[in-house]
């Protein structure tokens, strides 16, 4: 996700009324004589501030060069917050942005609800077979396309060489190993091995696949979280900290894992590409050859990592289609994958945009495209976005000793059940 799941993000001017979103433009976004795209397109970015966001801002402000006549609002919006922003705006009518930056599980949920523009046929989806399959799986509903994907990622363990080498260990390959190179690390550096994010249970998903569990199953209509691989993978991680391998948190967890990462206080984190640039910003990481990167260690089932991304959707009430459908075209091109690559390492959705030689020689890339084609997809139901915030309840409390791994796998199946109606 994410990306810096909950990273604080600067809110450019968020009272709904200010932001002259797209919902309450009047103009139709071309000039009838001349069918030169015009008007405000308001764009909701939840990337991560200080690294992600000046980037996409700039590249919007290129689309402003390309269409004179179209003024870009750029919005950062912060990524824990956006998902009930837009639905809250959306739903009353007003203040909602002409483009929406969509997690995955969001799109589909959005599309539920009607809040998203169907964009099969639009200018916004070109070339629809030049996008990763995987990557289009998450913004397809009941039929029809509501978003186009712009980045996908998954997740690895990001480590210290220099720590590793300091600690004379080698990159854990798995949960036993992983707890072994910690404790060798503690005993020669007197750093802990891992942090381990506690405040978001994305962070939980490569452990949980690991023990070959999953959140539910679609297929079926079956709740699966609470089964005994998912018990098995809270028990993973509640060992991880009680055993001293790893460090976590129960609040602010993305700022306290890359500082404590970035500041060489730790020598393992677990994140995704999103992270990369913000990572390299700390001062271990000025030389980036320090940086390592491998799969997240693999538990009793196998290596488990899970599918993320991001996808770009037109809200439906937007007064401005056209140059909405334009911009989304514009920031979801091959062209312009690539040039995020080359800035931020994040991996494009289209084909094409690998064989760009800013893709080609990406070493990010080059570890995490792998990763991506065999990661885990979530069930791309309107619910997948809801899933998350009973499972963060339960996984923050197993990892802080406020309740056991069996009980709290159990409430988040029940909690699950009540969400998902009529399934088992």
């Known amino acids: 996700m994410r990306r810096g799941i909950t990273a604080t993000a600067l809110v450019a001017a968020l009272a709904l009324a200010a932001t002259a979103c797209g919902g309450d433009d009047k103009s139709d976004g071309t000039s009838k004589g001349s069918g030169e795209l ?5 764009w909701w970015d939840t990337s991560t501030v200080g690294s992600e966001d000046k980037v996409f801002k700039k590249i919007a402000e290129d689309f402003e060069k390309k ?10 919006v912060p990524f824990g917050e956006a998902q009930n922003k837009f639905k809250n705006a959306a739903q009353s009518g007003s203040g909602a942005p002409d483009v929406i930056r969509s997690e995955v599980a969001w799109t589909p949920e959005f599309a539920d609800l009607g809040y998203l523009a169907p964009l099969d ?6 070339k629809p077979d030049d996008f990763l399959k995987q990557a289009a799986a998450s ?5 029809k396309t509501y978003a186009v994907p712009q980045v996908i990622d998954s997740m690895g363990i990001f480590y210290n060489k220099k720590i590793f080498k ?3 260990v080698e990159v854990p390959t798995t949960i036993a190993q992983l707890k072994t190179v910690s404790k060798k690390i503690k005993d020669k550096t007197g750093k802990t091995g891992l942090y381990l994010r506690g405040d978001d249970a994305y962070w939980f998903l490569s452990f949980l696949y690991g023990e070959g569990g999953d959140l539910v199953d679609a297929s079926t209509k079956s709740v699966t979280v609470d089964n ?3 018990v098995k993978a809270m028990k993973v991680v509640k060992d991880l900290v009680d055993s001293g391998a790893a460090k976590t948190d129960a609040t602010d967890g993305w700022e306290n894992m890359q500082s404590s990462f970035k500041d060489g206080k730790v020598a393992m984190m677990i994140n995704g590409p999103w992270a990369v640039a913000d990572t390299y910003a700390g001062k271990e990481f000025k030389d980036k050859a320090n940086l390592g990167v491998a799969p997240v260690p693999a ?13 770009l959707a037109v809200y439906a009430g937007s007064k401005n289609l056209d140059a909405s459908y334009a911009f989304v075209d514009y920031m979801t091109s091959a062209e312009t994958q690539a040039k995020v690559t080359k800035e931020l390492n994040l991996l494009p959705t289209r084909t094409s945009a690998y064989t760009r030689e800013e893709v080609v020689d990406n070493e990010i890339v080059t570890f995490f495209k792998p990763v991506v084609d065999t990661a885990v997809e979530r069930p791309w139901i309107p ?6 915030a009973p499972l963060v309840t339960e996984y923050t409390k197993v990892l802080t000793g406020q309740t056991t791994p069996e009980k709290g796998a159990k409430s988040t199946g029940d909690s699950y059940r009540k969400l998902l109606k009529g399934w088992k």
């Open 38 to 42: 015009s008007g405000t397109v308001t």
């Open 67 to 76: 269409h004179p006549k179209v003024d870009v609002k750029y919005v950062n």
């Open 121 to 126: 046929g639009t200018p916004a989806l070109q």
């Open 139 to 143: 913004t397809k509903y009941k039929g």
């Open 166 to 168: 300091e600690a004379g």
């Open 228 to 230: 005994a691989d998912g």
């Open 299 to 311: 538990g009793s089932a196998g290596q488990g990592a899970p599918q993320g991304g991001h996808n």
């Open 383 to 388: 619910e997948t976005g809801s899933l998350f």
